[in-house]
């Protein structure tokens, strides 16, 4: 069974959908086909099933790339006032956490409905439950799903990354862009728990459920915010902030006190010099439970003046070196793909392969946490929309 359109898209995601919606919205004729049984299925599970869908500060410097430049065009072009826009016209109430941080009040599903209402206004027609087996190029494109044949000249990958696979996560688009002379850039888990070493797992996996705000640097970034401990190592949005960052064996420095002097009480005329002092101290500025392991972990060889200033230094630079991540299954999203070298910032298309587009979680542009990575699939896939011929 053959049918031929003007444009077909693989993945009904974010960006996928966006990009069919602006198509559409054009008077192509647009297919959707998704493998999965449902439409947005991450859309769904996002922000805790309220949907984080965008940020009211994003700005080119909140996503990383081999090419940090690539994505400032299409931000420009469809921009958070854009989506929040088309939010307000469906009457979806929202709130604004920290940092510019945009959330449902209600449930994501309001923001996959909405879609699925902009996509059918538009005319795209959606099939879920395809499974593509093979695509093929010769005047336009043919995929084929089982017995179905579908034509287009246009063709948009927007399949996302390797996060998640307990959701359908596959490694499709990055095959597709291999398929033709595409390069990718390597992946890796991104927003993701890191897990402690050997020794760190001893000393704190007991201390699983306690949270301090700190600072998390490495290679010159650094995010100021909580840190959760678990079974396995360290959780939180500042280290799910830094891990896109993290580079095997790379040491991670960690301000466990931002902006205070935690010893100052200890260096007053008459003060007690002691374990017991100075777990009074740092219990001002961490869960009791964590400032006295990290004290034990820490000994000082005697009280002096300088002893206690080393003491306040190491707190504001404490070093772990990560044994790795928690790999796909926990990581929000997906570092590296399809190298944005190959595609036009403008229209997301390739520039080897006329017709063919690239977009969302697939390219090589990541977000940081809060709404950013929702953010670029909008904006890619609004672009490659108002492109496709």
Known sequence: MMQKFDAIVLGAGAAGLMCAIEAGKRGRRVVVLERADRVGKKILISGGGRCNFTNLYCQPENFLSANP???????????PADFIGLVERH??????????????????????????????RAGVTILVGVAVSEIRKDSVFLVKAGEREFRAPALAIATGGLSIPKIGAT??????ARQFGINIQECRPALVPL???PEDRKGYADLAGVSAEVIASCDSQQFRDKMLITHRGLSGPAILQISSYWQKSAPLTIDLA????????????????????????LRAVLPARFADRWLELHPLKDWTNSSLAELEG?????????????????????????????????????????????IGEAVDVTGHLGG???????????CAGQAIL
């Open 91 to 120: 009457h979806i109430p929202y709130h604004e956490k920290t940092q510019g941080q945009l959330f449902c009040d209600g449930s994501a599903r309001e923001i996959v409905t909405m879609l699925e209402e902009e996509c059918r």
């Open 69 to 79: 430049h690539f994505a400032k065009s299409a931000l420009a072009r469809y921009t």
């Open 314 to 358: 190491n707190a504001h630079r404490w070093q772990i070196i990560p044994s790795g991540t928690e790999g796909y299954e926990k990581a929000e999203v997906t570092a590296g793909g399809v190298d944005t070298d190959e595609l036009s910032a403008k229209t997301m298309q390739s520039r080897k392969v006329p017709g063919l587009y690239f």
């Open 258 to 281: 931002p902006g205070q002097e935690w010893t100052a009480p200890l260096l007053k005329p008459k003060a007690r010099r002691d374990l017991a002092a100075a777990k009074t101290a």
């Open 195 to 197: 897990t402690f070493n």
């Open 372 to 382: 950013f990575n929702f953010q670029w699939a909008w904006a890619s896939g609004y």
């Open 171 to 176: 490694a499709f688009g990055y095959e597709v």
